[in-house]
Nanobody
Framework: QVQLVESGGGLVQAGGSLRLSCAASGRTSRIVAMGWFRQAPGEDRKFVATMRWSDGKSYYSDSVKGRFTISRDNAKNTLYLQMDSLKPDDTAVYYC????????????????WGQGTQVTVSS
């Protein structure tokens, strides 16, 4: 099993920045991809960004492309999401995800989930 723990959420004004972290533990050698989803109140979980662990190739949703950057620290088994130029529409609970099979854009494709961290962007 793999455990994921997020940190770094909070309240920020529109135009500001936040950096989320996700520490992975357990059988991390199984990880093929890690990424982020988010869920706003009353909405389904939506893809934000993901990274293929073997080569670091990253994918982003159109809504965050150019504003968010996914990165990793292999030595620390930690994934990051740098969020810049934040908008009120970015307000959501952000979930770190991981999978041992493939990289994807659908929530059901990910076997491992963190507990989530709240990001609130005020206008």
């Amino acid at each position: 099993q793999v455990q994921l723990v997020e940190s770094g959420g909070g309240l920020v004004q529109a135009g500001g920045s936040l950096r989320l972290s996700c520490a992975a533990s357990g059988r991390t050698s199984r990880i093929v991809a890690m990424g982020w989803f988010r869920q706003a109140p009353g909405e389904d979980r939506k893809f934000v960004a993901t990274m293929r662990w073997s080569d670091g190739k990253s994918y982003y949703s159109d809504s965050v492309k150019g504003r968010f950057t996914i990165s990793r620290d292999n030595a620390k088994n930690t994934l990051y999401l740098q969020m810049d130029s934040l908008k009120p529409d970015d307000t959501a609970v952000y979930y770190c995800v991981g999978d041992s099979i493939s990289v994807g854009w659908i929530a059901d494709e990910y076997a491992y989930w963190g507990q989530g961290t709240q990001v609130t962007v005020s206008s």
